[in-house]
């Protein structure tokens, strides 16, 4: 499954790499793309691994605010 979340307060090249280096490390996450100047992350993942609210939870620990 694919999945796109909005992530609000990414700001750098540092933000990209905690967000998809955090999101790589779930089991079931087989690729993350990060959109810096729109704020969006596409993720690819096996749903029967993980789910929207653990990645969203993944993603508020690294200290960003996930929307949607």
Sequence with gaps: M???LEVNGMTCDH??????DALNKLEGVHGVEVQLDSGKVNIAYDEAY?????????????????VG
Excluded: D, R, W
């Design 2 to 4: 694919e999945m796109t």
């Design 15 to 20: 933000c990209e790499k905690s967000v998809k």
């Design 50 to 66: 993980v789910s929207k609210s653990m990645m969203k939870e993944t993603i508020e620990a690294q200290g960003y605010e996930p």
